[in-house]
């Protein structure tokens, strides 16, 4: 019953989705003409099975002609970073005595009242931070970091990039010089 609803509910946004794409109006007219056969097939006392059958098939592609426009028009949609919770990104750890890189797994997690959590999990000693955003751009997030426990303050920013795919870092907001080390990996 809920998937009934969810579609009634989201219906404006994907017939105006479907609108803007040729495959869309392609799978509405498809969707008129099976509702147009259902309704004839319905007032007519006898039909042939082959009329039946075309109705289903008019049906069946217009409905799946649209549920790809309506995943296409989603995954279009831009991502809205002030509701994300965890970025995962991944960080190069150098390796003094084998003289070698690796890719370590990191993330930044939400952990409420604006504050985030940096975590990464190396073999010489985990690194955490804490953070605050600073702004939030489409696209961007800027992080703040929080003074360290003993009082010293940090000016160190990061800086999240959806369409570059990085996670930066800079010394402070007046530093120009972007460090991009991270490869951002997903936002959840």
């Known amino acids: 019953m809920e998937w009934i609803q969810t579609v009634f509910q989201n ?40 009329v039946g059958f075309a109705v289903f098939l008019v049906m069946v592609l217009g409905a799946l002609s649209l549920s790809v426009v309506g995943l296409y028009a989603g995954a279009k949609q831009t991502l809205d970073l002030a509701n994300a919770k965890t970025i995962t990104f991944k960080t190069p750890y150098y390796n003094e005595a084998t003289k070698t ?13 604006g504050d985030w959590r940096e975590l990464q999990e190396r073999p010489d000693g985990n690194a955490q931070y804490y953070y605050v955003v600073k702004s939030i751009e489409p696209g961007r997030i800027l992080f703040g970091r929080k003074p360290s426990a003993n009082g010293q303050p940090d000016t160190t920013e990061l ?17 120009s010089n972007l460090q991009c ?7 959840e």
């Open 181 to 187: 080390p991270y490869a951002l990996v997903a936002i």
């Open 11 to 50: 219906g404006p946004e994907v017939i105006k989705a479907a609108s803007q794409s040729g495959l869309g109006i392609i799978a509405l007219c498809l969707l008129v003409i099976g509702c147009a056969g259902v309704f004839y097939l319905a007032r007519a006392r006898t039909s042939s099975p082959w």
């Open 101 to 113: 890189y690796r890719l370590l797994d990191a993330t930044v997690t939400n952990i409420g009242k």
């Open 159 to 175: 800086i999240a990039d959806l369409p570059q795919r990085l996670l930066c870092y800079r010394g402070s907001s007046d530093d």
